[in-house]
């Protein structure tokens, strides 16, 4: 039997591991914790993943969701001065929320900052 995929799968632009950091939550600032996390970028949204993609697939099926970020007047920066490590750049949601990105690997980094610029430029502002 034919399982059709919801939209949003259809429209996955980029996918990989980045290193994550989520340090602010409806504006309210968080600990930094850094962890490995499976990373989904599509038009309008970028999803989370904690586990491993075949990890993330299979608790798909049972209903577990993926933190979501939506890209709409979302900004992304570089962030020199937010970490220690190298390669860091932020993404600010409208609702306040702040995720640090982060890979060792530089040209991993460019790739996946141009992805998320050019899909909030892409987007409307509000
Ligand atoms: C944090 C942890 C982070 C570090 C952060 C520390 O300590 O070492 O890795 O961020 O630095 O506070 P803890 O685990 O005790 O919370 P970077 O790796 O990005 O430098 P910061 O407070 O200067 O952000």
New binding site residues.
Partial sequence: KDIIPPLEQLMVEKEGYLQK?KIADGGKKL????ATSWIVLSSRKIEFYKESKQQALSNMKTGHKPESVDLCGAHIEWAKE????KN?FQITTVSGNEF?L?SDIDFIILDWFHAIKNAIDRLPKD
């Avoid at 600990?31 to 850094?34: A, L, T």
């Avoid at 937010?82 to 490590?85: D, E, I, L, V, Y």
């Fill in positions: 950091a600990r930094k914790n850094w937010k970490s220690s490590r860091v640090l982060q």
